[in-house]
């Protein structure tokens, strides 16, 4: 089976600070693409960031990269000089590709303090 | 259209009701998924289309769920003789192939059952 675990329901930074998401997988799948969404109360769902598992380089995006390690499992998310805007719901997800189905974790709920 | 949109926003059906549940994609996206997203979880496979064909429906939790995509576009996701447990919200999104391209999402459907 392919699980997605994010064990930290909650977590907190004040503004302008640096945080990090953790996220763990399984799979059995050795190409497979990772993702981090944002859900913020209004519910949309919007793609963060993207790596590739074939891609030994971390991938970035602005103020956002990841700490990608594979043989670990290990996905985490790390959001630099924060902002209020950043606080939503964090998602990680994988997919193998068979049907492009993404497989979530639980979520977890950031919130940037001013 | 600038996204994906999905109607109604809100629904609320009494047990037992019939409900359908309707999603715009992006223009010309192939690929067309839906996903159901208890409170505070993960959102969760329900199926995916490619074009109009259902490839996958192995997410549905019961024959009560239907969903189709007769032209290739829109989408209605159809749950018959509603239960409590299938309160949730009801996630679209879009992709432009099969492959592992990012997958846009709608801002959803929240069902309650009463």
């Known amino acids: 089976a392919q699980t997605v675990t994010q064990s930290q329901p909650e977590m907190s930074v004040q503004e302008a600070e640096t945080v990090t998401l953790s996220c763990t997988y399984d799979?059995?799948?050795?190409?497979?693409?990772l993702f981090w969404y944002k859900q913020p109360p209004s519910r949309q769902m919007i793609l963060v960031i993207r790596q590739e598992a074939y891609k030994q380089q971390n991938a970035t995006e602005n103020r956002f990269s990841v700490n990608f390690q594979k043989a670990a499992k290990s996905f985490s998310l790390k959001i630099s000089d924060s902002q209020l805007g950043d606080t939503a719901m964090y998602f990680c997800a994988f997919t193998t590709g068979a049907n492009s189905k993404l497989t979530f974790g639980k979520g977890i709920t950031l919130s940037v303090r001013p | 259209g600038a996204g994906v949109s999905q109607s109604p926003r809100y629904k609320v059906a009494k047990r037992g009701q019939d409900v359908a549940l309707r999603c715009d994609p992006i223009?010309?996206?192939?690929?067309l998924f839906w996903y159901q997203q208890a409170l505070g979880q993960g959102p969760e496979f329900l199926t995916y289309f490619q074009n109009e064909a259902q490839l996958d429906k192995s997410g549905l939790p019961s024959d009560r769920f239907f969903a189709e995509r007769p032209e290739g576009s829109v989408s209605t996701l159809k749950i018959q003789r509603t239960q409590q447990e299938d309160s949730a919200v009801y996630l679209c999104?879009?992709?432009?192939?099969?492959?592992?391209?990012?997958?846009?999402f709608g801002p959803g459907t929240r069902l309650t059952v009463l």
């Open positions: 999104a879009s992709s432009s192939s099969g492959s592992m391209s990012e997958q846009f």
């Open positions: 223009s010309g996206h192939v690929s």
């Open positions: 799979t059995s799948e050795s190409n497979y693409y």
